[in-house]
């Protein structure tokens, strides 16, 4: 038996397509801002705003349902519709990523994948639970934070990892956002690795997919014998831009302020025993995405990465204020 076309695609190919289709109706577009407005929406007052039948118009909501887009329940004669978030959200996250890969749009926070939302609100589970040996590392990060703010001094965290490339970069943006939401002002991040080398493009890409705007920020010549990319990422209009390249400890920006520093990497762990300039040192490894590097999960993998740091980044400055 031969293979189908849609087989010769993934899954989520497929799904983007099919969304795709699905909005390529201006009846359907009208009849979903329409739900949006009014968060949920009785068949029947379609009539009236679209000026459609009442047949064309429940054939509408046939498709949009079909496609997982919206979720109708029936109350009395009428069926009720509303937005199905997960699927919606899933939605606004492809379409985010695809368009954003060459042309970055312009907003601050990513509001769209929910396990995020509840991230930015504080909630900071989204499905998944801080294991007991993950909060005591927080808590004691957290203390240290404390610490550093009771004697009025500003709290340095640099988050090292082998290459300065993924994780670290990542831990870099969430626990300053982290520390925005939570209204705490004298925490300053930075990153480094045991070496310097690029910022992974699907960092770039996964922040981007998840909201943040992300502009170059041309590159750095360090010592004259290295070049690196650099990136400016936005998540307040209000506030400055988190920069990121990838550098070695030495040439951290800021060698001179004690810090503490995260480690977030097995490796860089057990083979960087001493930090200079460190004045703590806490282990706080992840797993590394880049084994999905080049495959058919390379973007999942990034995201979700993502979102396991900021999930504890938020739980770390919420311990800070708690």
């Known amino acids: 038996m031969g293979i189908t076309k849609a087989e010769l695609f993934t899954r989520d ?34 009539v009236d705003e679209l000026g459609l039948a009442q047949a064309t118009i429940s054939q509408h909501l046939r498709e949009l349902k079909d496609a997982g887009l ?37 907003r601050s926070l990513l509001l769209m994948y929910p396990e995020l939302q509840l991230t930015v609100d504080g909630i900071a589970n989204s499905g998944k639970t801080i294991s007991t040996e993950r909060a005591e590392r927080l808590g004691a990060i957290a203390a240290w934070i404390k610490a550093q703010c009771a004697k009025g001094n500003t709290a340095h965290l640099a988050f090292i990892c082998t290459n300065n490339s993924r994780r670290s970069q990542f831990a870099q943006v969430w626990a300053k956002v982290a520390a925005h939401r939570t209204g705490l002002k004298d925490i300053h991040t930075s990153s480094a690795g045991t070496e310097g080398t690029a910022v992974a493009s699907p960092v770039i890409d ?47 920006d800021d060698t001179a302020v004690d810090f503490a520093a995260v480690m977030v990497c097995s490796d860089a762990d057990e083979n960087c025993p001493f930090v200079p300039g460190a004045v703590m040192r806490f282990s706080l490894p992840y797993e590394d995405p880049k084994e999905s590097d080049g495959t058919a999960d390379e973007a999942r993998t990034y995201q979700e990465r993502s979102l396991d740091i900021a999930r504890e980044m938020n739980h770390l400055m919420d311990l800070v204020i708690g």
């Open 13 to 46: 190919q497929n799904r983007t397509a099919q969304w795709a289709k699905v909005l390529g109706h201006p009846a359907r577009i009208a009849i979903l801002q329409h739900i949006l407005q009014r968060n949920t929406c009785v068949c029947g007052s379609l």
């Open 206 to 252: 996964a922040l981007r997919a998840q909201g943040f705007r992300v502009d170059g920020a041309g590159d750095l010549d360090i010592h004259g014998n290295a070049v690196r990319t650099q990136y400016l990422v936005n998540y307040d209009d209000e506030e400055p831009p988190v920069l990121l390249f990838s550098k070695s400890i030495s040439d951290r």
């Open 70 to 106: 919206i979720t109708g329940t029936v109350e009395g004669t009428s069926v009720c519709y509303c937005i199905e978030p997960k699927n919606w959200a899933k939605a606004q996250a492809v379409f985010n990523a695809l368009f954003n890969k060459y042309a970055p749009v312009d």
